[in-house]
């Protein structure tokens, strides 16, 4: 099949150009912008506010049965600069699920990874590979590569929470795979805690000597529950100086990130604080689990200020600087691509001096 074919003023070169194109063929001398200073990315800094996020997906919650579209009721945030793909950013899919009371979203798995973070309500389960595990605010639960994952809400009330998955990183690799789960409706199990709990969230430092496997390359906690998080918060604002503190959520064991594509971090910020502007390789996306204030993402004349309200999803570009200043006390949950550039050696980070900002 040809491919893009280039004119030339001269004859022969017309020609060539000619027959370059119908092999399928370009000349590199003729290509503009494979090799950049500094990142072009189509992405740009966006907010949906929580406001919307509930509201319509409420309203899909009253129009669109769970079973409708892949068994998940689900509004893609879709970044304005990615030409209608449903990405926040080019690496990261994120989203909101609402799932009314007594649905049930049946079990699947898939090669791309997806994690949960709860905003507000509890009451959901969501089952990782049969294990119960429950959701609450605040809380951060994963499901990791390639584990069959089902939802269902026993209780009258309607949840919604935002889910993140790696999916542009998987797609663009050509390496999805999916399969439902078994036909027969499981049992909709709860317990009060869930396996991976019970033999991995024993408390700071206390790892099992003869627990189960280890899964390869990711963590074998499967839930990160707001009061520990928030009480390292805190003990963190106690130990050092000025009002902000943040967090990463590791692999209790072996360290490192929850997975392999998707670091998770939490950060508190005290009112009147802000953050100096940072930017990093690789996309980014921040949720407000408490708070009001300013995030300023971008520098110069694309720099973008948006307000910050519980609930509010926000996409943070590839090299995009951001910087977060509080009202009231302000939480913010953020997760991004960055074990995989680190993995590539391609992860770059720098605070932006304030004047360029
Ligand atoms: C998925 O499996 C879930 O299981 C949510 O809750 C969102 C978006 C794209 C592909 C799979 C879920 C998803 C998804």
């Known amino acids: 099949m040809a491919t893009r ?193 019970a033999w991995f969230g024993g408390g700071p430092g206390l790892v099992p000597v003869d627990g189960p496997a280890l899964p390869a390359r990711r963590s074998p906690l499967l839930a990160y529950r707001w009061a520990d998080t928030e009480r390292a918060l805190e003990a963190q604002l106690a130990a050092r100086t000025g009002g902000h503190a943040r967090i990463r959520y590791s692999d209790p064991v072996r360290g490192g990130d929850v997975m392999p594509t998707m670091r998770c971090e939490m950060e508190r910020l005290r009112p009147g604080t802000t953050t100096a502007p940072v930017r990093q390789t690789g996309g980014q996306v921040t949720c407000v689990l408490h708070g009001t204030g300013r995030i300023t993402v971008g520098s110069g004349d694309q720099a973008q200020v948006f307000d910050l309200a519980p609930g509010d999803i926000v996409a943070i570009p590839s090299w995009a600087p951001r910087s977060v200043s509080a009202d009231t006390q302000l939480d913010l949950f953020t997760t991004s691509d960055a074990p995989v550039l680190e993995a590539l050696n391609l992860f770059r980070t720098e605070t932006v001096a304030e004047a360029s900002a």
């Open 5 to 197: 074919r280039f004119e030339a003023t001269e004859p022969e070169l017309a020609a060539l150009y000619e027959d370059l194109s119908e092999t399928s063929l370009q000349p590199l001398w003729e290509l503009r912008g494979l090799l950049t200073p500094t990142p072009v990315v189509r992405g740009v800094p966006y907010r949906w506010a929580g406001e919307h996020l509930r509201e319509l997906g409420a309203r899909a919650g009253e129009l669109v049965p769970v079973d409708r579209g892949g068994d998940r009721r689900v509004l893609a945030c879709c970044n304005p600069g990615l030409d209608g793909a449903p990405y926040a950013v080019s690496t990261l899919w994120a989203a909101v699920q609402y799932l009314r009371g007594f649905e049930m979203a049946p079990a699947h798995r898939h090669t791309p990874a997806a994690l949960r973070f709860v905003v507000e309500g509890e009451g959901v389960w969501t089952l990782v590979d049969g294990d119960p595990v429950r959701m609450s605010t605040g809380d951060l639960v994963l499901t990791p590569s390639w584990t069959f994952h089902e939802h269902h809400n026993p209780t009258a009330d309607p949840m919604i929470w935002m889910d993140v998955l790696d999916l542009p990183v998987v797609a663009a690799l050509d390496a999805v795979f999916f399969e439902p789960g078994p036909s027969e409706e499981t049992a909709r199990t709860t317990a009060p805690r869930s396996s991976s709990e």
